[in-house]
T-cell receptor
Framework: EADIYQTPRYLVIGTGKKITLECSQT?????MYWYQQDPGMELHLIHY???????EKGDLSSESTVSRIRTEHFPLTLESARPSHTSQYLC???????????????FGPGTRLTVL | DQQVKQNSPSLSVQEGRISILNCDYTNSMFDYFLWYKKYPAEGPTFLIS?????DKNEDGRFTVFLNKSAKHLSLHIVPSQPGDSAVYFCAASDRGGGSNYKLTFGKGTLLTVNP
């Protein structure tokens, strides 16, 4: 099982602030993902990365940006937070395999963001 | 349009009995399915998965059944324990179709196991 960490766990900030949500994994996984989830709803993919210097937008449009300068680190940044950004943000990672055996994603504990 | 549907928002069972969580999907290209368990304010925890070449996979108290013709899968938990109380998410992936291993999630089912 992957060791994947997210900080902060909870964040309450005012409108217009710039924030960065941190995500790190220690398993050397090449793929990493950011999801957004609201209560009672499914997880929506907002960003993913297949490796260093690779980032792609997910299925749900998001005003956030990501970077992947190191394999283990995949931070998400909001330049100017708004109340509509209030949500839980979940980071995940998985390992590429040549076989089709598995490609399970392992999740961090999440960051609960509240923008006032 | 939801491609993965969990039509029961909640389920309540007695401790020791069987819990059956259901999931339906519409995309026939999905070939890999997973179940995750999530406690409030925590990230999802991987439980069990199944490839479309199988119809059953078992791991301890957890068994996943896949019915490809009906585009339906279910998670059985036997016996259910109070610690199993959580939201269970079904997820699917089209690994062979170039979707690059992205997971599509259902909305989850809240399982409550009563002592």
């Amino acid at each position: 099982e992957a060791d994947i960490y997210q900080t902060p766990r909870y964040l309450v900030i005012g409108t217009g602030k710039k924030i960065t949500l941190e995500c790190s994994q220690t398993m050397g996984h090449d793929k990493m993902y950011w999801y957004q989830q609201d209560p009672g709803m499914e997880l929506h993919l907002i960003h993913y990365s297949y490796g260093v210097n690779s980032t792609e937008k997910g299925d749900l449009s998001s005003e956030s940006t990501v970077s992947r300068i190191r394999t283990e680190h995949f931070p998400l940044t909001l330049e100017s937070a708004r109340p509509s950004h209030t949500s839980q943000y979940l980071c995940a990672s998985s390992e590429s395999k040549r076989t089709r055996a598995t490609d399970t994603q392992y999740f961090g504990p999440g960051t609960r963001l509240t923008v006032l | 349009d939801q491609q993965v549907k969990q039509n029961s928002p909640s389920l309540s069972v007695q401790e020791g009995r069987i819990s059956i969580l259901n999931c339906d999907y519409t995309n026939s290209m999905f070939d890999y399915f997973l179940w995750y368990k999530k406690y409030p304010a925590e990230g999802p925890t991987f439980l069990i998965s199944i490839s479309s070449i199988k119809d059953k996979n078992e791991d301890g108290r957890f068994t996943v059944f896949l019915n490809k013709s009906a585009k339906h899968l279910s998670l059985h938990i036997v016996p259910s324990q109070p610690g199993d109380s959580a939201v269970y998410f079904c997820a699917a992936s089209d690994r062979g179709g170039g979707s690059n291993y992205k997971l599509t999630f259902g909305k989850g089912t809240l399982l409550t196991v009563n002592p």
